[in-house]
């Protein structure tokens, strides 16, 4: 699913988690020390980043689809710590919020900001690209499925208010969301796994699609640095969330600022690895990647952070307001569109990018 230009563990890859662990050594010893929290929070990207290439010399190694897969489980691990973090430091009121800005901010620029420019990129050097119908088809129902019942439905219930599930509520759409999450899975890896392998291109060579796959120990290697570059993301999270939510509102920025800054952070590796597919004329990997990202962050954030209200006693605000399920509806409609004949061109790329555009400014312009 990676690049052949994507090199096995440089450096860089084992250097930047250690880099994060030696300034959350220093937050534990010096909190005071001036400048720490914008090392940490270097850290912190450095470490994502890290932690998204590791998921990807193992996904190279597993092939595909499960390699999107493991990349997708990786990115959505680092939301929900993101967001665990962030709700257990901060303050409860304004946490209750937080998943559901974050998750529609995921939704937002994985459906029309990675997908847009994918389909631009890709348009644009190889005119019309080609995937497998039939997986996108079954993905799209489920990702839609999902968004609802997590994010539509609990404004039309009157058993709870403030677009909250009362907590049996909750309880049966994590477990509902879970299913839908473990199904998919199991069609996409093993009962339909050739809809979601990429479509071969005519007159170009497979060597060059692919780099060889990495070692045994590379790829033991990449799994131990993703775990410890996964728990520098988490403990620095939790050492900069209460300065940065100070910050945003010192500043006066919209309540779902916290949420698109989370997305954008967890999201900004693999925009890059589906940008990368894309270029190489592999649109499948790409969706893989989108879509399959846009099922696990709801699929698995959702029972997470229900799990985590439940026993905090804290009744989640899940429903989106007004205008943001205009937005989802929309973007849900036109996507829908894209994906349904199996070619795609530089059109639509430019239809959901608009669409991006339009849902980062009225977030900020409210």
Known sequence: MTSATIPQNPIWTWAVPAASWVFLLL????????????LLCMGLLGSVIAAVHHAEVIAHK???????????????????????????????????????????AAVMIILNG??????????????????????????????????????????????????TYTAFQLSFVAVATLVLFVAFTFFQT???RDYFV??????QDPEEEHAAPPTAGTTWMSLGLL????????LSAKAISPTLEALLGRWGAPAATLGII???????????????NASANRLQSSLNLAIGSAIASIGLTIPAVALLASYMGWPL?????????????????????????????????IVHLVIFAVYLFFSFVP
């Not at 493991?70 to 967001?83: D, G, Q």
């Not at 489920?142 to 709870?160: C, E, R, W």
């Open 27 to 38: 937050y534990v010893s010096m909190p005071d020390m001036p400048g720490l929290v914008p």
């Open 62 to 104: 597993v092939g595909e689809p499960f390699g999107t897969l493991v990349l997708a489980l990786s990115i959505t691990t680092i939301e929900v710590a993101l967001i665990v973090s962030m709700m257990l430091s901060g303050d409860p009121a304004d946490a209750l919020a937080l998943p559901r800005d974050t998750i529609f």
């Open 114 to 163: 990675i997908i847009g420019l994918c389909l631009v990129v890709g348009g644009r050097r190889h005119r019309v690209q080609k995937f497998h119908v039939e997986g996108m088809t079954d993905a799209l129902c489920t990702m839609t499925v999902i968004i609802v019942l997590a994010m539509v439905l609990p404004n039309y219930l009157g058993s709870s208010p403030d677009g």
């Open 190 to 192: 093993m009962g339909h």
């Open 198 to 203: 990429p479509v071969p291109v005519p007159g």
């Open 227 to 234: 775990l410890v570059s996964l728990a520098a993301v988490v």
């Open 262 to 276: 989370i997305a954008a952070i967890v999201l900004l590796p693999e925009f890059g690895a589906a940008l990368r």
């Open 317 to 349: 605000q899940l429903g989106l307001d007004g205008a943001s399920s205009v937005m989802l509806v929309l973007s849900l409609f036109v996507v829908a569109l894209t994906l349904r004949t199996g070619k795609t061109t530089v059109q639509p790329g």
